[in-house]
């Protein structure tokens, strides 16, 4: 079966990486997934404009429904090429749904915008889906989407890290979650060796903020940051963020407030296992259990004794290497591009 894509691609955010892990997976498998669009170096990816010979279109909607790469015509060609019921929808944001606010968290702006993206998503499929196991909408089909690539995994050294403690993503409404995980670390702060956090948004608004008038997603606290000695570093090209990770001995996996609230999964809550370092879960118990397994709890930033938690993993890294090598084990199993890409077919084929 051959699939394109339809995405919106970054060098240093989104789902690149993931797309790649298809591309991969597709191969072995004897199947063919590209992008629509023309080769990027930058973003380097498998591009295509030739539909004609596609099985299915995949439209994956984050933070925008508009395409890419062309205009109208280009949505036309993607939409005549394949029929209806071979489309799908993937809306990796929550945006599929009513307006939702958690804390200073909105899926949308007002009701307009909300029914926008409805109309948009409805209109080029019936097939929506989400990636959480628990949708809103009765009519959106729980699929995960983002996964695990045993691949990727770097080996656990601890004597070769430079940071203790590693966050790499950008701000957008995340600094809640942030900033329970520095309060967690700052009674132990003193024996704590380098603590960084890779993105933007973090110390000053990210580049696109003025144009898209978005500054106000990207809240942070830099003198905070700077009085716990936080360093905040570039962001890294997509393919390079297992990489940085591997520089420290823990990195936090956290999520912002609505993606919380709707158990959504994105990118980092698989990379960062496969990186040589120890996942420091910043969710709930029960989302943590339904990814990870049993043996994620152990890795759970717990409400109580946060800073026990911190420290623990920074003294013991030798127990946390046995519990990260069973949470890989179980993402190996569950969660590979290869299981992923056998429930994407079934939707296809649906």
Known sequence: MRIVFVYWPFEDQGSGLVLRGYCEAARALGHEIQVYGIPYERIPLDY???????????FLFEWTTKLYYGDRLDLVRLVSCVPRRRRIVIDGDGNYNDPLTVDDDSNHSGPEAARSWTEVCDALADKICQ????????????FLFYAYDPGWERPFDPAIKEF?????????????????LLSAAEPVRSRLGRIGIVGHGWDSDPPWAAELSCADRYRSDPIELERLGVEVLAPVPFPEVVACMDRSLCNAVLTRPT?????????????TPAAGTIPLLVLDEGHVKEIYGGAGLELLLPERDAHEKILDIVERPAHYAAVLAEVRSHLSRHHSHRARLAELLQIVEA
């Open 48 to 58: 295509t404009l030739e539909l004609s010979s596609s099985d299915a279109v995949v």
């Open 131 to 142: 990636p959480t196991m628990h949708p809103l909408r009765d009519n959106v089909t729980p």
């Open 164 to 180: 203790d403690l590693l966050y790499v993503g950008h701000s957008k409404f995340r600094w809640e979650a942030m900033r329970r």
């Open 259 to 271: 993606f919380h609230h709707l158990r959504l999964v994105t990118p980092r809550v698989f990379e």
